[in-house]
């Protein structure tokens, strides 16, 4: 059974920092695009940032670029997202997901596994 379960989420202060963790399991995405997306109720679940496999490419939305780093361990079959700067703006919750696609997509639908997702909340 494939599974992508997200920790490290929290509880912030603005300007604060978090770092977090998605932990795939049942088969290996070493070959496999990843990336992070959030969603607020009533909102579209939008892309924050995504990976290559190798890990040599990536993507990070306008909006959380030069705060938030993406990055992964295919040995560890883990995917990361370095959250610093953080902003009531950026509260959500947070889901890891995977693609069966070659190239980094930014689209909900170019991804096939998805996690359940971490509540961040970012006070002001």
């Known amino acids: 059974q494939v599974q992508l379960v997200e920790s490290g989420g929290g509880l912030v202060q603005a300007g604060g920092s978090l770092r977090l963790s998605c932990a795939a399991s049942g088969r290996s995405f070493s070959t496999n695009p990843m990336g992070w997306f959030r969603q607020v109720p009533g909102k579209e679940r939008e892309c924050v940032a995504t990976i290559s496999a190798s890990g040599g490419s990536t993507y990070a939305a306008d909006y959380v670029k030069g705060r938030f780093t993406i990055s992964r361990d295919n040995a560890e079959n883990t995917v990361y997202l370095q959250m610093n700067n953080l902003k009531p703006d950026d509260t959500a919750i947070y889901y890891c997901?995977?693609?069966?696609?070659?190239?980094?997509?930014?689209?909900?639908?170019?991804?096939?596994?998805w996690g359940q997702g971490t509540q961040v909340t970012v006070s002001s």
């Open positions: 997901a995977a693609s069966r696609r070659q190239g980094i997509g930014v689209f909900r639908y170019e991804y096939d596994y």
